[in-house]
């Protein structure tokens, strides 16, 4: 073979799969920001796989090539939000424990004041997620197990700090936080001008002797 001939069928080949490869990743990740931002702008109901499809340049059957249905797609919007949501409320050099994770607790509940259609769909399929078999079950429980385990880091250690008071399990005082987050998403979506969320969890944070500075 010549320099002119150019590079084997077999190299050509094995280049195929990975430039390939790196495409179908592009193209997924792609997706997923659109996803985002559609459920964002329409909520879980107004959403549809159609007006994804059309965003990204794919026919629907396309779009399935990447995600085999629309719950998987749904689960994994809310790993993007999760991880979006953790960079902002953790950029780095941040701290990720103590009263200031706790705090930020506080800045995550204003930020999805103004996602609606993503709060609507995190509510609705961490509802739908209680049935066994569900694709989002095992994501919702591992979501909550580490949540849980992070939030009540940050108690103990406010508790070190005698930010927080002592006498109070920290998983438990955890635990409650998430909750209360989940159940004001549930009442602010169905009464938005009657539930002021960022105010009730402030308070809520106030009893434990942390103070919000929301300005």
Same mark, same amino acid.
């Given at each position: 073979?010549?320099?002119?001939?150019?590079?084997?069928?077999?190299?050509?080949?094995?280049?195929?799969? &990975?430039?390939?490869?790196?495409?179908?990743?592009?193209?997924?990740?792609?997706?997923?920001?659109?996803?985002?931002?559609?459920?964002?702008?329409?909520?879980?109901?107004?959403?549809?796989?159609?007006?994804?499809?059309?965003?990204?340049?794919?026919?629907?059957?396309?779009?399935?090539? %990447?995600?085999?249905?629309?719950?998987?797609?749904?689960?994994?919007?809310?790993?993007?939000?999760?991880?979006?949501?953790?960079?902002?409320?953790?950029?780095?050099?941040?701290?990720?424990?103590?009263?200031?994770?706790?705090? &930020?607790?506080?800045?995550?509940?204003? %930020?999805?004041?103004?996602?609606?259609?993503?709060?609507?769909?995190?509510?609705?399929?961490?509802?739908?997620?209680?049935?066994?078999? %569900?694709?989002?079950?095992?994501?919702?429980?591992?979501?909550?197990?580490?949540?849980?385990?992070?939030?009540?880091?940050?108690?103990?250690?406010?508790?070190?700090?005698?930010?927080?008071?002592?006498?109070?399990?920290?998983?438990?005082?955890?635990?409650?936080?998430?909750?209360?987050?989940?159940?004001?998403?549930?009442?602010?979506?169905?009464?938005?001008?009657?539930?002021?969320?960022?105010?009730?969890?402030?308070?809520?944070?106030?009893?434990?002797?942390?103070?919000?500075?929301?300005?």
């Amino acid at each position: 073979m010549t320099k002119d001939d150019g590079p084997a069928p077999e190299a050509t080949a094995r280049r195929r799969p &990975r430039g390939s490869y790196s495409k179908g990743r592009a193209k997924r990740a792609e997706i997923l920001s659109e996803a985002v931002r559609v459920f964002a702008e329409s909520g879980y109901r107004g959403g549809s796989l159609k007006e994804i499809a059309e965003r990204v340049g794919l026919s629907q059957a396309g779009l399935l090539h %990447h995600f085999t249905s629309k719950e998987q797609l749904l689960a994994e919007v809310l790993a993007e939000r999760d991880a979006e949501d953790g960079a902002r409320m953790f950029p780095p050099g941040a701290p990720r424990t103590g009263s200031d994770a706790l705090l &930020r607790m506080a800045g995550q509940v204003r %930020h999805n004041t103004t996602v609606p259609g993503l709060v609507q769909l995190y509510a609705t399929l961490s509802g739908e997620a209680v049935a066994e078999g %569900h694709p989002a079950r095992e994501p919702f429980v591992e979501r909550y197990r580490e949540l849980r385990s992070l939030m009540a880091t940050a108690v103990a250690e406010a508790q070190a700090s005698g930010e927080v008071p002592a006498d109070r399990d920290p998983v438990m005082i955890a635990t409650a936080l998430i909750a209360v987050m989940d159940g004001l998403q549930i009442q602010w979506l169905l009464e938005p001008d009657a539930i002021d969320m960022p105010a009730v969890f402030d308070t809520l944070l106030a009893t434990l002797g942390l103070h919000v500075n929301a300005g």
